[in-house]
C-alpha cells in the first residue's frame, strides 16, 4: 500500500521538477540552438540528480499518507488489539526505507556523477 502513493508521488514531484527546471533554461538553451532531442536528452540526464532531491520527500509524503489511510480504516487500532507489536507493524515500512536509502546511495554514487558529467 506504500508503493503506489510512493510511484505517484515520485513520478510527479520529477515531472514538476523537470518542468520548472525546462521553463527556467529554456531561454538559454535557444540561445545555444539546441534541437529538441538534445534538450530531451539533457532532461534525461539530470533525472538522477533530482533523484536525490526528490525521493526523499516523496517517500515521506508516501508514508504519511499511508499511515493516515491505515489509521483513518483503523487498521492500526486492529493490528493493536489483535496482539501485533509496534515494532512488527512498523518493520515493513522501516525495510522499504531502507532499500530505498541503498538505492539513493546507489544512484548518487554512482549514476549521479556520471550522467551530470555528461549533461
Known amino acids: 500500500e506504500l508503493l503506489v502513493p ?3 508521488c515520485l513520478v510527479g ?5 523537470l518542468a ?12 545555444m540552438g539546441l534541437s529538441t532531442a538534445l534538450i530531451t536528452q539533457l532532461c534525461v540526464m539530470k533525472m538522477p540528480e ?6 526523499p520527500v516523496a517517500l515521506l509524503l508516501a508514508l504519511l499518507y499511508t499511515l493516515t489511510n491505515h489509521a483513518r480504516h483503523n487498521e ?44
Not at 514531484?13 to 521538477?17: K, S
Not at 533530482?50 to 525521493?55: A, D, F, H, P, S
Not at 536509502?101 to 551530470?116: C, D, I, K, Q
Open 50 to 55: 533530482l533523484l536525490t532531491t526528490v525521493l
Open 76 to 119: 492500526l487500532v486492529a493490528m493493536r488489539a489483535a496482539g501485533v507489536s509496534l515494532a512488527r507493524i512498523c518493520w515493513p515500512y522501516l525495510a522499504v526505507g531502507l532499500f530505498f536509502a541503498a538505492v539513493l546511495f546507489g544512484v548518487t554514487e554512482l549514476l549521479g556523477p556520471r550522467a551530470s558529467a555528461r549533461a
Open 13 to 17: 514531484f520529477q515531472v514538476f521538477w
Open 20 to 31: 520548472f527546471d525546462l521553463y527556467s533554461h529554456l531561454d538559454e538553451y535557444r540561445a
Open 6 to 8: 510512493l510511484f505517484y
